[in-house]
């Protein structure tokens, strides 16, 4: 399994910024996928999730409204859209994948550094 994030970078106060998931090694439309985050000197939280058809997603408290998380399913890719961003937003990103086959499967990506600054 692979999960490579890709879209973060530095961004002004009030920016937008798309990070991308490109998922493979696995069938991506049978399961959920998740996007964390992780900032210096805390513990990681759970930004959004998308159910295996798209039809569901969860969004947290803390972006929400600012925040979309959608999926292409031919492409393989998860996407999480960052509108209004700031500084409280920069940490390094990653995608997650966790399913049940037979016992539980949990895979991460590298992760993408998001910086909001000015």
């Known amino acids: 399994v692979q999960l490579v994030e890709s879209g973060g970078g530095l961004v002004q106060p009030g920016g937008s910024l798309r990070l991308s998931c490109a998922a493979s090694g696995f069938t991506f439309s049978r399961y959920g996928m998740n996007w964390y985050r992780q900032a210096p000197g805390k513990e990681r939280e759970l930004v959004a999730s998308?159910?295996?058809?798209?039809?569901?997603?969860n969004i947290a408290d803390s972006v929400k409204g600012r925040f979309t998380i959608s999926r292409d399913s031919a492409k393989n890719t998860v996407y999480l859209q960052m509108n209004s961003l700031k500084p409280e937003d920069t940490a390094v990103y990653y995608c997650n994948v966790r399913y049940y086959r037979f016992q539980w499967y949990d895979y991460w990506g590298q992760g993408t550094q998001v910086t909001v600054s000015s």
């Open positions: 998308i159910s295996s058809a798209g039809g569901t997603t």
